[in-house]
């Protein structure tokens, strides 16, 4: 089975600018969150997605938003973008709870100058 | 909020030696799951623990929960080189996994 893909997995860009990734989960499962990882705040919680409804949100700005689509794939959206969004954006899947294993993707790495 | 501490946040040991770290919350944990993050990479999940009191095993790396289901540790026996990454543990709150700061270990043969 292919494991979780991410895309793009290098991104640049400039503060006030947009951003989508992607991240396709592993074929069977339902449940897709996403996680920021910096060097100072470590692994953060932003939004899981199942059945294209978000069904749990961290403590992120609304600049923040994602959605899912019903082959289950997902975007995460990052808007006006600042300086401190520089991070590695990580898409985990599960098969249906989200309280099952999480199979993380390689990630995102965005930087913004 | 929520908060899982880990300590220690980084530990260099010579190749054999043992090692092990923590992880504590004050308040109780629903379960504990550990992951593995090898410089570069991404997590990759180790294992789940539910059960108060619980250990488990997998070859040389030792995982307890707590009686209290407030503390949590990993326990690697004469590490190797290959053992070298950033330890997280993460607590579940519904979908959500609140992870601690981790542990950055490094090995040296």
């Known amino acids: 089975k292919a494991g979780v893909t991410q895309t793009p997995r290098y991104l640049i860009k400039t503060r006030g600018q947009q951003v989508t990734l992607s991240c396709s989960p592993i074929?069977?499962?339902?449940?897709v969150s996403w996680y920021q990882q910096t060097p100072g705040q470590g692994l953060q919680f932003l939004f899981e997605y199942f059945s294209e409804t978000q069904r749990n949100k961290g403590n992120f700005p609304g600049r923040f938003s994602g959605r899912q689509f019903s082959n289950s794939r997902s975007e995460m959206n990052v808007s006006t973008l600042e300086l401190g969004d520089s991070a590695l954006y990580l898409c985990a899947s599960s098969y249906m709870t989200g309280r099952e294993t999480q199979y993380f993707g390689p990630g995102t790495r965005l930087l913004v100058l | 909020g929520q908060q899982v501490m880990q300590i220690p946040q980084y530990q260099h040991v010579q190749e054999g030696e043992d090692f092990t770290t923590y992880c504590n919350s004050s308040t109780t944990l629903s379960n504990i799951q550990w992951y593995k993050q090898r410089p570069g990479g991404h997590p990759v999940f180790l294992i789940q623990l539910v059960k108060s009191g619980e250990v488990k095993k997998q070859k040389r790396l030792t995982f307890q929960f707590g009686e209290a289901k407030k503390n949590s540790s990993l326990h690697i026996t004469a590490t190797q080189t290959t053992d070298v990454g950033t330890y997280f543990c993460?607590?579940?709150?519904?979908?959500?996994?609140?992870f601690g700061k981790g542990t950055t270990l490094s090995v040296s043969s």
């Open positions: 074929s069977g499962h339902r449940s």
């Open positions: 993460a607590d579940q709150a519904g979908t959500a996994l609140i």
